[in-house]
């Protein structure tokens, strides 16, 4: 019988029924396991990819507020050549003077500065461990790579410098290192600081590095000051 000929019995009765079995009926012939995973809607990528980009850019202005805030700290420097200093004397000499004058002239030829000193503080307890100090104040926006290039132009001059290290800088901040060279009375400590404001060194005969960076802080809060 065909479509055009359904009585209006069969019409009523509706469509035969379908028999089902007890296999599954495989609707597709795909693997599910194969599919390519689900992408998130669009919507939702864009968020993501915002909120990253706002964490790293907030992760940034912290870093550059850090870093600003460390410069405005530390740009507003002073040195200065109290008389007394870490319990050391300053020498007065015409030969301390000379040599001072000689270390300081140095130093400033190798880095652009404001202002600069050099001067030599007697130890009173040993005339053999007279410290050398010299430096001069600045703007420096690369502290460390300075204080590495001061370094450099010091092995220069002396030969070399030798297992050259950080140390603590102190509460001033910065950084600060030490390390040997030698001269004419034979090996001695040689140490630096570096901040935004002010850049030093020292020479320090007859002391091994780890006295020489501890009075060296000593000399540094001593000489040092800032607005």
Do not use: N
């Amino acid at each position: 019988m065909s479509d055009a000929h359904l009585t209006e019995r069969q019409l009523d009765e509706g469509p035969d029924p379908v028999d089902l079995t007890d296999e599954p009926i495989q609707l597709s012939h795909r693997d599910p396991a194969s599919d390519p995973p689900r992408r998130a809607p669009a919507s939702r990528r864009r968020r993501i990819v915002l909120a990253a980009a706002l964490a790293v850019g907030l992760a940034g202005a912290a870093a550059l507020g850090t870093a600003g805030w460390r410069v405005a700290q530390q740009k507003d420097t002073r040195l200065s050549a109290p008389e007394q200093v870490a319990g050391l004397t300053r020498d007065d000499s015409e030969r301390a003077r000379s040599t001072a004058d000689y270390l300081r002239s140095g130093f400033a030829a190798d880095i652009d500065l404001d202002t600069s000193f050099g001067t030599v503080y007697r130890d009173p307890a040993d005339e053999t461990r007279a410290v050398l100090v010299f430096g001069g104040t600045t703007l420096l926006w690369q502290p460390e790579r300075d204080l590495d290039s001061l370094f450099r132009l010091m092995a220069d001059e002396t030969g070399r410098v030798a297992g050259l290290r950080e140390v603590p800088a102190g509460k001033l901040g910065g950084v600060m290192k030490c390390g040997t060279t030698s001269g004419d009375g034979g090996d001695f400590a040689i140490c630096g600081w570096a901040d935004h404001g002010s850049a030093a060194m020292a020479m320090f005969p007859s002391r091994s590095v780890d006295d020489a960076a501890g009075l060296f802080r000593q000399i540094r809060e001593g000489v040092q000051t800032r607005d």
